[in-house]
C-alpha cells in the first residue's frame, strides 16, 4: 500500500507541491509563533541604539567683548633740532635717560651774539629816550607827527633787534620740549651744527598708547572714552581708555584705526610690544562649550546636537566669542543637553540612547 501511494505520487508531483504550500501557509498564519519573533526582532532593535554622552548647559550672563590685536607706541614723539648754528660745547645727558620738560640737553657755542645783544640794548635805550623827547615836544605842539611816527619806528625795530637776540642766545641752550625718554642722538660734543639739524629723538610713554584696527562691522559700536583694557606679552592686565577713532577706513585693510592710553608712570610698559584688547561691547546670555562639541548642518550653519526625546535634534547658535579653551554660544531659550561625546557619529532625527555626564 505504501508503495503504492509512493508511486501515486510520483507520476504526479504537483500534488506533493500543493500540500507543502499549504503547511507553509498554515505556519506563517499562525499568531502563538509570529508575536515571539516581533519581540524578539523589537528587542534587538532597542539594543543596537548607537549611545551618546550629553552635557546639560544653563545659559549665564557674559558680556560679548570685541577683541583686537595691537602694537604699544609713545604717546607723543619729537625730533630736537638746533636753530641757531653753532658748535657744540657741551652734553648735558645721554640717550636712553629720562629728561623733564625745560631740562637742559647741550649747550652750543654763544660766540658774539652776547655782545650784538648789548649793542642792541644799548640802541633800545637810546630811541627810547629819543622816542620820548619827540613825544613830549609833539604833546606841546612843537613837532610834527611825522616826526614822532619816525622816532616809534625805529624804537620798535631796536626792540625787536633786542628780542631776536635774545631768543637767540637762549636757543644755545637746547632744552627737552616735554618729558619724556631720549632715544637717540644724532651728534656729539666738538660737532657743528646748523640750523635743523637733528641732536635727539624724544619719546614720551607716560601715557602709553596701545593701537589696533577694528573692521567696520563693530567700529560703530565704539566711543571715545569708552573703557577698555589690554593683556601684555608677560600676562599684566592694565586698563585705559579709547582716545581716537577713525574717521576713515585704511584703503589696503579696510579697518579702522583704534589707540587707546594706558597710565605707564613707572615706564615699564614700552613701544613696540604687541597686546591684546579687549573692548566691552554689551550683555548676553549664552553658555561656555569645548569646540569639539560643536557641529555645522547640511547648509553649513554652525550649532550643536541636542537630544530631544531620545531623539537628536540640530540646533543652530550664534558664537559670540571663543578662546583657545571653549566658545560662548548664545540662542538657548533654557536648559538644553548637548552631545559632548559621540555627536560625528549621529545626526539629526536619529533615535539615541543618552547617557549624562557626570558632573
Do not use: C
Not at 38 to 61: C, D, G, M, N, Y
Not at 133 to 147: E, P, T, Y
Not at 174 to 200: C, H, M, N, R, W
Amino acid at each position: 500500500m505504501p508503495a503504492r501511494i509512493s508511486n501515486y505520487f510520483l507520476l504526479r508531483p504537483y500534488w506533493l507541491a500543493i500540500i507543502i504550500s499549504l503547511l507553509l501557509i498554515l505556519w506563517m498564519l499562525s499568531s502563538p509563533e509570529a508575536e515571539p519573533l516581533q519581540a524578539e526582532q523589537h528587542s534587538i532593535k532597542e539594543q543596537i541604539l548607537p549611545k551618546v554622552q550629553t552635557t546639560r548647559f544653563t545659559p549665564e550672563k557674559m558680556t560679548k567683548s570685541l577683541t583686537l590685536y595691537g602694537k604699544s607706541e609713545a604717546n607723543s614723539r619729537a625730533v630736537i633740532r638746533a636753530e641757531v648754528a653753532g658748535k657744540i660745547v657741551a652734553i648735558t645727558t645721554k640717550k636712553g635717560l629720562r629728561v623733564k620738560r625745560g631740562q637742559a640737553l647741550l649747550n652750543i657755542e654763544k660766540n658774539e651774539l652776547p655782545f650784538r645783544l648789548e649793542q642792541a640794548q644799548a640802541l633800545l635805550d637810546e630811541r627810547s629816550l629819543n622816542y620820548k623827547a619827540v613825544k613830549s615836544l609833539n604833546d606841546k605842539g612843537l613837532q610834527g607827527r611825522a616826526r614822532l611816527a619816525e622816532m616809534k619806528s625805529l624804537l620798535l625795530a631796536a626792540r625787536t633787534d633786542v628780542e631776536q637776540l635774545q631768543l637767540k642766545l637762549a636757543r644755545t641752550k637746547v632744552t627737552a620740549p616735554f618729558s619724556g625718554i631720549l632715544q637717540e642722538q644724532f651728534a656729539e660734543k666738538g660737532d657743528y651744527l646748523q640750523v635743523g639739524d637733528s641732536v635727539f629723538s624724544l619719546e614720551n610713554i607716560d601715557p602709553i598708547v596701545i593701537r589696533g584696527d577694528a573692521t567696520e562691522h563693530y567700529v560703530s559700536q565704539l566711543t571715545l572714552g569708552q573703557s577698555i583694557s589690554a593683556t601684555l606679552l608677560s600676562g599684566e592686565v592694565i586698563s585705559g581708555k579709547i582716545t581716537y577713532i577713525a574717521s576713515m577706513a585704511d584703503s589696503k585693510s579696510s579697518t579702522f584705526r583704534i589707540e587707546a592710553e594706558f597710565a605707564n608712570p613707572e615706564l615699564k610698559i614700552f613701544s613696540g610690544i604687541s597686546a591684546k584688547l579687549s573692548i566691552p561691547l554689551y550683555p548676553v546670555e549664552a553658555i561656555y562649550i569645548s569646540p569639539s562639541a560643536l557641529a555645522m548642518d547640511g547648509e553649513g550653519n554652525l550649532g550643536v546636537k541636542l537630544v530631544e526625546q531620545g531623539t537628536v535634534v540640530f540646533k543652530a547658535i550664534k558664537l559670540v566669542e571663543a578662546d583657545n579653551n571653549g566658545a560662548w554660544l548664545s540662542g538657548f531659550a533654557g536648559e538644553v543637553d548637548i552631545i559632548t561625546l559621540g555627536q560625528g557619529f549621529v545626526k539629526p532625527g536619529d533615535p539615541v540612547q543618552a547617557v549624562a555626564a557626570e558632573k
